[in-house]
């Protein structure tokens, strides 16, 4: 845990709390995410405790990555992007697909969902490789 520089994972728990922002935002996939769950389209105000989660998780997921790129040896800001990639690849995205596919949620959702953490996971490998 001493090798990860916690700095840059704050930045990259900023950085991706407004992607998320940005991502569902209701000009951008809002619309078509909240159709895709089958609720309606109008935005909603969720309870507040959930951005406090997120943030936590998105701190995990960040911290998670910093440690998993340290371990692989990435030491550029390409490819600890591309570390980022594999492991949205070999963790996110097909738990998400499996979650998805058996919530009854389908493709489109699954593909908004695991869009915006392959984003955050390509960001994440980018930053920590700035910051190496």
Known sequence: MGSINWLAVVVCVVIAMISGFVWYHPKLFY???????G????VSN????????TII???VQAASVALMINLMGSTTAVSRALAGFMLWLGFVAPTNL??????????????IEAGNHLLNFLLF???LGVWH
Do not use: D, Q, T
Not at 31 to 37: I, Q, T, Y
């Open 98 to 111: 499996v979650n998805k596919l058996f919530a009854g949620h389908g493709l489109k959702v699954w593909a």
């Open 57 to 59: 998780a998105v701190f």
């Open 31 to 37: 619309p078509a995410w909240r159709e895709g769950l």
């Open 39 to 42: 609720r309606s389209v109008e």
């Open 125 to 127: 490998g980018a930053i």
């Open 46 to 53: 969720p309870n507040p405790m959930i951005y406090v989660f």
